[in-house]
Structures are given as structure tokens and as C-alpha cells.
């Protein structure tokens, strides 16, 4: 079945590391998502992985993916207050819908 | 350049009544896709259109829900006889290709109130 899980809830320090997680059942997915969306604003996508690669890094965010366990994570180094928004996980699904998780509202303290 | 629009931004509605979501893709693209967000239901795939294949409609959550692509571009969302559970936001977003390699760029959506 299709189905994506992930912790509803993150609060961090600004300056800190945030880490979200993400665990996925569909081993045919061929590529991850984590999307952001932020108060009143669509979805916008933050970054993707390719099920062959088990890391990738962009900036302040760096992605691990365990296809072993289907365990997806998004790690934001220095948050800032800005990244407070919520994040969602996505995995596609035979290469075009996309199955979303909950979402993880990410909340930053200054 | 212009991403996807949606209209109108907000509606309401009374139970009952028909409703009419409008999008408008990014030009050149030629995949399609409607997704709606809810409280109790989260992020949902709802139908996809790829070029001139048919579409995929697979994530329609009943009968009265269906969507046409006119010309490969524009595309209208309809909900017959609309029921509280209804209520969401209907997001649309199209990409280059069908290939999970192709970004969906999303659009703001429209939020739907049904009364």
C-alpha cells in the first residue's frame, strides 16, 4: 500500500539543527520530495532524492534516505525563523502522483 | 515567467450545489495534476492528465467528482451536488513531463467552503 508517516511536531532554537523524519511503505518509489509550505502559501519544493542515492546535500539541507528501512530524513543546519513553516514528505508513485505524509510543523524560537 | 493560477481563490457554496475549480498549468507543460487539502484527510492525489492519455482517476473520492483538460492546457475541476466533507483546499500543479524527475510546481489553490 501507499502510505507515508512523519512526526507532527518540531520545536528547535534558531541557530540550531532540525531534523525531520519520514518513513515511506511503497519500495517501488523512485524518487523522495520534501516539500515546504509556509502560512497562507502553496507548496514549494525544498528538495528530491533518487532512490539509488542515499545522501544529498543543498545548502543547509541535507537529505539521508535508508531505503532499506524506507526512512527519509531532512536535516536544516542554522535553522532560522524563516524556515518555520510545515514540511511534508512525498514519495511518487509509478512516476507521476505524488503520496504525501501529514506534514511536520517546524516551529523555530528565537 | 507566470506560474499556475487558480480560480477563484476562494468559494463558497451551499450543500447541493455544483462548484466549478478552475487551473490554468505553466506554459509547456503537459502533465497535470489536482490534489486537495483537508483537516482530517491531509495532502490527496485526486486525478492526473499526462498529454493526450487518459487520465488517471484513481484519487476521485466519488462520482460526483470529475475533471477535464481542455486543448492540453487549462483545466476545470467539478464537484456535483457538494457535501460538507467537501470543504478543502483544491490545489493544482503541473510539471514538463510525467516522470517523477519533473518538479510539480504547485499553485495557491482554492478554498472551498461548502455551507
Known amino acids: 500500500g501507499e502510505d507515508v508517516e512523519q512526526s507532527l511536531f518540531l520545536s528547535v532554537r534558531e541557530g540550531d539543527s532540525s531534523v525531520i523524519n519520514c518513513t515511506y511503505t511503497?519500495?517501488?518509489?523512485?524518487?523522495l520530495y520534501w516539500y515546504k509550505q509556509e502560512p497562507g502559501a502553496g507548496l514549494q519544493l525544498l528538495t528530491y532524492i533518487f532512490s539509488n542515492m542515499d545522501m544529498k546535500q543543498d545548502q543547509r539541507l541535507t537529505v539521508l534516505l535508508n531505503k532499506k528501512d524506507k526512512h527519509l530524513s531532512l536535516r536544516i543546519a542554522d535553522t532560522q525563523t524563516g524556515d518555520s513553516a510545515i514540511y511534508f514528505c512525498?514519495?511518487?508513485?509509478?512516476?507521476?502522483?505524488?503520496?504525501f505524509g501529514a506534514g511536520t510543523i517546524l516551529r523555530v524560537k528565537s | 515567467g507566470a506560474g499556475v493560477s487558480q480560480s477563484p481563490s476562494n468559494k463558497v457554496t451551499e450543500k447541493g450545489k455544483d462548484v466549478e475549480l478552475r487551473c490554468d498549468p505553466i506554459s509547456g507543460h503537459t502533465a497535470l495534476y489536482w490534489y486537495r487539502q483537508s483537516l482530517g484527510q491531509g495532502l490527496e492525489f485526486l486525478i492526473y492528465f499526462q498529454g493526450n492519455s487518459a487520465p488517471d482517476k484513481s484519487g476521485l473520492p466519488s462520482d460526483r467528482f470529475s475533471a477535464e483538460r481542455t486543448g492540453g492546457s487549462v483545466s476545470t475541476l467539478t464537484i456535483q451536488r457538494t457535501q460538507q466533507e467537501d470543504s478543502a483546499v483544491y490545489l493544482c500543479?503541473?510539471?514538463?513531463?510525467?516522470?517523477?524527475?519533473?518538479?510539480?510546481?504547485f499553485g495557491p489553490g482554492t478554498r472551498l467552503t461548502v455551507t
Open positions: 511503497d519500495s517501488s518509489s523512485t524518487y
Open positions: 500543479a503541473s510539471s514538463l513531463g510525467a516522470s517523477g524527475s519533473y518538479e510539480q510546481y
Open positions: 512525498a514519495e511518487s508513485i509509478r512516476g507521476n502522483k505524488l503520496v
